[in-house]
Structure formats: C-alpha cells, structure tokens
C-alpha cells in the first residue's frame, strides 16, 4: 500500500499498477493467499464498469464529441466569470456521469488554449477545472475509480447513490466557483468583453449521434436498476461496433494499467484482512467513533490523503460491514474520499492530469496556487447542513439496496 500511494519504489522502474501486480503475487508466494482464493478476491464488477465506461469516454473523446461540447459551451461565455461558470458546470456535470480523469485530460487543454487566445490567466480556470470535477464526481458511482469500488461493494443502488451525493456535488460546484472568484478577484475584477474560439478538430456526427445514443441509454439503465457493471460494458461494445473509428485508437485510450492495479490491489488487500486482521481488530472499528459520520468523514479524508483514495477505500472495506449503518458508512467513504482529493495538488489523479496538461501548454500550476482554493474548498464542502446530516438520515428515507446490500455482510468474517 504505501508503495503504491507514492507512485514508485526507489531504485526500481515500477510505478502503482507495477507495484500492485508484484503485491498480489507476493501474497500468493507467502502462502497468504491460494491462487483460487486470489481469483475470488478480484472484484470483476468494479474491473468490468471501469473498462465499460473507459471505452464510453474514449468514443466521445475520439469521435470529437467533448470537444463539440466544450467549443458550444465557452463560446458562449462573454465575461471572465461567465467562462469561469461555464467552466465549473460543465466540468463538474460530465465528471458526474463520466470518469472524471478523462474528463480533465479533455477539458484542460481547451481552457489553455481558450485562456491564451483571449488574454486571460489560465491558472484560476485550471484550478476551477480539477476542483470541479473532483466535486462534481462526488454525485454518482461512475463518477470515478474508488466510487466504482464502493458502489460495487456496498450494493448500494444508483438512484439512492445519486439521490445522497447529488446535492453534496451541487453544492462543491457552487463553493468552487465562489472561492475562485474571491481568491482571484483581480482576475475576475479586470472587466473585458470576450469572443472565446475553440479548435474543435475534426468531428465525425454519426459516431457523436451514436455515442450520445448510448450516454442517454445508460443513464436510464443505471437509474433504471440494471447492474452498472453489465450496462457499461453492453455500452461500450455497441461503440465498439463502428465503421468510421478504427478500433486501435479507442483501444489507445483504454486505461489499462490502471485495471491492472485494481486487480492486484484487491488481492493485496484480501491477504492482509486473512493474515493480519483478526475479528476483534475488525470491531474495534467502533471504538475508533467510525459510526460517527463526522469522524469517519475526517478519518477518510486524511487517510486518502495519505495513501491515495482507491487504497484508502480498500482499506477500509473489512471495517465498514460492522458499523452500526454500513450503507450511510458508505456513503460518507465515498464523499470524503472524493472531495478530499481537492485538498492539496497532490490529492487526485485529476489534479495531476490538469497540472500536466498545462505544463505541456507551458504554464505552471503550482502547489501553492492550488492550495489557496483546496484548503478553503476542503474545509467548506464536508460542512454543508444538509451534506453530512443528510447522509446521517439516508437510512431511514431510501432503500438503498441493490442486489447485495452491504448490510448483508457478516461483520467480523475471519474466524
């Protein structure tokens, strides 16, 4: 685990999925694990969703649907803050249905160019952009990898996921573009008249018509109640079929060392529950206050800050079946795992992709610059009224079951 919350291990050329690959074996290797016990430790719902919706990104990606989107959008932004709006809703809206590191591989090259075309300082849009789709992923289970984790572990149902988180999204987006407006109010202060352009590139309109098809479907399968896992997937396949894209270039996209590492991070994670946790660890969860919303929420934070979100969820697995209400502990997992990533640059993936892409561009988005939105943003998004005391009440007004409810569980199963 914490080779893989740091990205390396000095001296060797493996990054996190390498790492995680050498620790599942490893386990295997020192007997804490069978190799069939391995095969049922892989989670092949959260493998299955996360590749389903890989191939659904890159089709939009590729057929130059987000960049239609995008160009539409900001053309019409006509002020500095309408752009910074603009920004923020779009960011945070595909973040919520989409994975939302694609996301920013796709939104902030067009904030660079579009901040350089008009003149402007790309640096608080950049921060607007990383902040808003940590947030806006906050709303649903496809909106990121540890939210696809927990979704298929807590068998929490879509529409109860969304009807809980979507407020706390809304809200994040809401206090995003507050804090940037305050904290760089010589940027938004400096009145101007903008005609924003954007390179749309080449767009091909029957794939974008498909793709748009297969989005609207899906949305209505996961709040439908079909398995999200078996949707994405039949999703992807129907893009897959296609005259127009050859397939490498979708293939391309597909992220797979990152399926890689959620593999081998799941049999790490079963061999430490079998060899060093024991039943009276796992219920001692309740002495560390973790029924307390407040608490868990702060626990998770600083734990995903410290180990990465997807590690920290995995970590926290054996714990949460034995709380008082493991669905509303999910759900507080799940928020704070999310908007804990917009505490610092370092906190999400997406933080990174931004800084990334604009380093390409030739522009620095610091750790201070971004600290001065993150901490502020952190401290207020958690502290919503009806944001936490929300989820704290979620037991009692939705049926949250899917096909497995977490409370399904047994609490303490190592004997």
Not at 16 to 37: K, Q
Not at 53 to 61: D, R
Request: charged share 10%; aromatic share 6%; proline share 6%.
């Amino acid at each position: 685990m914490p080779g893989v919350a740091v990205g390396r291990i000095p001296g060797l050329r493996l990054d996190r999925a390498g790492i995680a690959l050498l620790s599942g074996p490893a386990m295997i290797a020192v007997g804490a694990l069978g190799m069939e016990d391995a095969y049922r430790a892989i989670n092949f719902d959260t493998i299955t969703l996360l590749l389903g919706m890989m191939i659904v990104v890159a089709h939009l990606k590729v057929s130059g649907a987000f960049r239609a989107l995008g160009g539409f959008a900001i053309e019409h932004a006509h002020a500095p803050f309408m752009l910074l709006v603009i920004l923020t809703l779009l960011t945070g809206v595909l973040s919520a249905f989409l994975v939302n590191d694609a996301i920013c591989l796709v939104m902030a090259p067009i904030v660079v160019h579009v901040t350089r075309v008009i003149n402007r300082n790309p640096i608080p849009h950049l921060i607007a952009t990383a902040t808003a789709s940590n947030c806006g992923s906050v709303a649903t289970i496809t909106g990121n990898p540890q939210k696809m984790v927990i979704g298929a572990l807590s068998g929490i149902s879509y529409p109860a996921f969304a009807a809980a988180l979507a407020p706390v999204a809304l809200f994040g987006l809401v206090a995003v573009i507050v804090i940037v407006r305050i904290v760089y109010r010589a940027e938004f202060e400096r009145k101007a008249e903008l005609s924003p352009e954007v390179y749309r590139g080449r767009m091909l309109p029957g794939q974008v018509l498909k793709a748009v098809v297969v989005c609207i479907g899906l949305a209505i399968s996961f709040f439908a109640g079909v398995p999200v896992a078996k949707a994405a997937l039949i999703g992807g396949a129907i893009l897959l079929v296609t005259r127009a894209i050859k397939p490498h270039r979708i293939y391309r996209e597909i992220d797979g060392p990152l399926l890689f590492m959620f593999a081998g991070l799941f049999i790490v994670v079963a061999g430490a529950e079998r060899t060093l946790l024991t039943p009276d660890m796992i219920a001692s969860a309740r002495n560390l206050g973790l029924d307390d919303v407040w608490q868990l929420s702060g626990f998770t934070a600083v734990l995903s800050n410290i180990m990465s979100n997807v590690p920290a969820v995995l970590a926290l697995r054996p714990f949460i079946p034995c709380l008082e209400n493991p669905e509303r502990a999910w759900l507080v997992v799940a928020m704070s795992s999310t908007l804990a990533g917009n505490f610092t640059l370092l906190g999400s993936v997406a933080n990174l992709i931004v800084a990334e892409q604009a380093k390409a561009a030739g522009k620095q988005l610091s750790f201070s610059a971004f600290f001065k939105v993150g901490l502020p943003l952190t401290l207020v998004t958690p502290c919503r009224r009806n944001g936490l005391a929300g989820v704290q009440a979620l037991g009692g007004r939705f049926s949250i079951h899917n096909q497995a409810s977490a409370s399904s569980v047994p609490c303490c199963y190592l004997t």
